[in-house]
């Protein structure tokens, strides 16, 4: 049964992504992440495929449901997503993020994970223009913009990006839509700022919640000051 997910706001949130933990101590870096604030985990699911990399499976999040209450957020890096949506529903997702360059019918796609009971996430990579999700915006509950080339942590962000998150935070106002708006990759405690500047409401991390010196807790901790630093009042 999906968890509560947190309400959509102006404010930020992190999204911590076990790309970044240890592999062999999974357990043990999700429980490091009580009482950081994180309000989900993000589940980065490679195909070797869609992008160059393999990852988790259902099994994981089976093993990890146990482990934590918080949200699972699984980012679909995968071709013909549609055909194992009911399989990671099964397993424990809460929110399913599948690639507007891996669905030929995206807004089906959205329609088959919120009939899951999953919150429904569409993601677009750094060379797809947001515009592709502006007709579809009442089918999304997280728009996702990746800001570096899917497959890989520890990568930088890629500037340009935030300009795209800019014309998505734009749009998603116009139309009064009440979607999440997520960056993914290359997220730190110095960028922080600039994002949420830029309109995005939730920050995924893994390298800098993950690899921080004070430990995971205290990643999260950072990214959620410095991210409130740079989002609008709330009114
Ligand atoms: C990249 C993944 C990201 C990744 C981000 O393909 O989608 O979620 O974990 O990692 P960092 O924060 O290290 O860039
Ligand atoms: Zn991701």
């Given at each position: ?114 009939e899951l009971g999953c919150r429904a996430g569409g993601a677009v990579n750094v060379s797809t223009p947001v515009s592709v999700l502006y007709d579809i915006l009442d089918s999304l509950d997280l728009a996702l913009v990746m ?50 500047r830029a309109g995005a409401t939730v920050l995924v991390a893994g390298t800098s919640v993950f690899h921080h010196p004070e430990g995971p807790a205290e990643g999260v901790r950072r990214l959620l000051g410095a991210g409130a ?7």
């Amino acid at each position: 049964m999906p968890r509560t997910w947190p309400r959509c706001t102006r404010g930020i949130a992190v999204a911590p992504s076990l790309l970044a933990a240890d592999f062999g101590h999974l357990a043990e870096a999700v429980r490091a992440l009580e009482g950081s604030g994180a309000d989900r985990l993000h589940i980065d699911v490679m195909d070797g495929d869609f992008v160059p990399n393999f990852t988790f499976g259902t099994d994981t999040l089976r093993a990890l449901r146990t482990e934590t209450e918080l949200p699972f957020e699984v980012h679909l890096m995968i071709r013909e997503p549609e055909r194992h949506l009911a399989t990671f529903a099964g397993a424990g997702a809460d929110a399913m993020t599948v690639h507007w360059e891996a669905c030929p019918h995206l807004h089906r796609t959205l329609q088959r994970i919120r009939e899951l009971g999953c919150r429904a996430g569409g993601a677009v990579n750094v060379s797809t223009p947001v515009s592709v999700l502006y007709d579809i915006l009442d089918s999304l509950d997280l728009a996702l913009v990746m800001t570096v080339d899917p497959g890989f942590g520890g990568q930088s962000l890629i500037p340009r990006t935030l300009v795209k998150v800019a014309q998505l935070r734009r749009e998603i106002d116009a139309q009064g839509a009440a979607v999440e708006l997520e960056i993914d990759g290359g997220v730190e405690g110095h960028n922080a700022a600039e994002c949420a500047r830029a309109g995005a409401t939730v920050l995924v991390a893994g390298t800098s919640v993950f690899h921080h010196p004070e430990g995971p807790a205290e990643g999260v901790r950072r990214l959620l000051g410095a991210g409130a630093r740079g989002a609008p009042p709330t009114p």
